[in-house]
């Protein structure tokens, strides 16, 4: 049973996970190359670029392999922890991208922790991507909007977009949260590492729980910000309302807190 231990920081949820180690004899394997990785200011730095094969679809013996492409940064302590994998959300973000990016300071500071590693999920950024589908489907702008009128579009473009994929030789059932979990694994074992930690964001978050919840002994830490809880998919904002309220009533019985935040809701108004 692995230890959790939870830390309330607004406006991120840090989640650290305790588990022991676990050997993997069969790991998968990767190729890493030097790369010369460059962020959107400019800044130049050595890193490795490979690429990870894994199924398409676990469950189907004879499913196509898909790559999955990631960047490691080395660490720069002498005893490094276990490799950081940060998980960008969407999903449909690309992690190599977030790594150039805004967050490129952080990528660079949790270098003296650990090797940090940029991925791209599957079917986003660098990795094996899906085809783009376009239809021909639109609502007419001399109706006015629907609920229902707006629910018959949105369903007319996904049957004509899953036949277009499994024409492709796509198999969407691959494209699961549960199969990127696995992938998740499959980097661990290609590393050489007996545990991964895992640095998520929105959808990361979501995803990284889902990796936690399957490979609980496998998973040393996990920070994650704007937690999606892994039954926490649909975003309504009356959702996001009754959350902000419950939240300031968690702020407002802890004195500290209240005095930090006093009118939470409002600030994300102004």
Request: a neutral charge; aromatic letters at 8%.
């Amino acid at each position: 049973m692995c230890r959790v231990h939870r830390f309330a920081v607004f406006p991120a949820l840090t989640l650290l996970v305790h588990a022991p180690s676990l050997a993997d004899a069969d790991a998968p394997r990767a190729v890493l190359e030097p790369y010369v990785f460059e962020a959107a200011d400019g800044t130049r730095v050595e890193a490795e670029r490979s690429v990870l094969v894994v199924p398409e679809n676990r469950t189907d013996p004879g499913s196509r392999r898909i790559e999955l492409a990631f960047v490691r940064f080395r660490s720069t302590s002498e005893h490094p922890r276990s490799p950081i994998v940060y998980l960008a959300g969407g999903p449909g973000g690309s992690g190599i991208d977030a790594a150039r990016g805004g967050r490129f300071p952080l990528f660079m500071a949790l270098r003296e922790v650990a090797d940090v590693i940029a991925l791209d999920q599957r079917g986003t950024g660098a990795s094996t991507r899906i085809p783009y589908c376009r239809t021909d489907h639109s609502y007419p702008l001399d109706r006015p909007l629907t609920r229902e009128g707006l629910i018959d579009l949105f369903r007319a473009k996904a049957a004509e977009c899953v036949a277009y994929w499994k024409a492709a030789g796509v198999d969407l059932a691959g494209y699961t949260t549960w199969e990127s979990a696995a992938d998740l694994d499959d980097l661990r074992a290609a590393l050489g590492a007996e545990r991964i930690s895992l640095w998520g964001i929105s959808y990361g978050t979501h995803l990284a729980l889902a990796a936690i919840k399957r490979y609980p002994d496998r998973i040393e830490r996990a920070v994650l910000a704007s937690v999606e809880g892994l039954d926490e998919t649909v975003k309504l904002p009356a959702r996001t309302d009754a959350y902000f309220e419950r939240l300031q009533a968690a702020i407002d019985a802890d004195p500290r807190a209240a005095s930090l935040y006093p009118d939470l809701a409002p600030r994300f108004l102004r």
